[in-house]
């Protein structure tokens, strides 16, 4: 009985040892990404946002840094993706909001007007 709770003791403190790696490696994605995005090292920083990513898929903020790289280095079409995919997860970050509404100013012809009607 003894050695059922202490092999439940140590499945637990490895489950939550395994919950802080995760926490603690997408930290240092997040803050690797962003030291390479300043040195405007576009390439390792988008490696690092997908990693951040692979641990964080739903997360907005992740996603918004996937847009910047991806807009960085020229892939309109993914940073468009991702940057509607944040905004539609956090609709109410005024910060995903903006970059969104600089990305459709900054790429109009992602965005065509509607013709108006003329009579």
Same mark, same amino acid.
């Given at each position: ?5 202490? =092999?439940?003791? =140590? ?31 576009? #390439? ?18 992740? /996603? #918004? #840094?996937?847009? =910047? ?17 944040? =905004?539609? /997860? &956090?609709?109410?970050? &005024? ?14 012809? /992602? ?9």
């Amino acid at each position: 009985m003894k050695r059922a709770a202490a =092999v439940s003791v =140590v499945f637990v403190m490895l489950i939550l040892a395994a919950g802080c790696g995760h926490r603690a490696g997408l930290d240092d994605y997040r803050s690797f990404a962003h030291r390479a995005a300043q040195a405007g090292l576009w #390439n390792e920083a988008l490696d690092r946002w997908q990693r951040a990513d692979e641990l964080a898929p739903d997360d907005p903020g992740v /996603l #918004n #840094n996937l847009a =910047v790289a991806h807009e960085a280095l020229g892939d309109t079409l993914a940073a468009q993706a991702l940057y509607e995919r944040a =905004v539609a /997860l &956090d609709p109410d970050s &005024d910060e995903l909001r903006d970059n969104l509404l600089a990305f459709r100013q900054a790429h109009p012809e /992602l965005y065509p007007q509607e013709d108006e009607d003329e009579d």
